[in-house]
Nanobody, 123 residues
Framework: QVQLVESGGGLVQAGDSLRLSCAAS????????MGWFRQTPGKEREFVAV????????DYADSVKGRFSISRDNAKNTVYLQMHSLKPEDTAVYYC????????????????WGQGTQVTVSS
């Protein structure tokens, strides 16, 4: 099991940028694909982005493509989500998670989850 801790959330204005971090414990971080998801009250958790084990393959939800960028530093056991041109509809709790499947978008393909970090974008 991998322990995940997200950080970097906060309150920003529309058009601002924010970078989320997800720190993982354990020595097996580089064996997992890593994903970012988000969730708002009353809605299902939705896929945002995923990155492969080595970081060479990434995939994004259409709603964030061109604005968000996922990256990872396996030496630091950390995955990042750089968010630009934030919109009020990006407001959500953001979660990172591990997966054995490369490029998965389904919540069910992910095993370990962090506690989430709140991102609020004001208009």
């Amino acid at each position: 099991q991998v322990q995940l801790v997200e950080s970097g959330g906060g309150l920003v204005q529309a058009g601002d940028s924010l970078r989320l971090s997800c720190a993982a414990s354990g020595r097996t971080f580089s064996r997992y694909a890593m994903g970012w998801f988000r969730q708002t009250p009353g809605k299902e958790r939705e896929f945002v982005a995923v990155i492969s084990l080595s970081g060479t393959i990434t995939d994004y939800a259409d709603s964030v493509k061109g604005r968000f960028s996922i990256s990872r530093d396996n030496a630091k056991n950390t995955v990042y989500l750089q968010m630009h041109s934030l919109k009020p509809e990006d407001t959500a709790v953001y979660y990172c998670a591990t997966s054995w499947a490369v490029g998965a978008r389904d919540v069910g393909a992910y095993d370990d989850w962090g506690q989430g970090t709140q991102v609020t974008v004001s208009s």
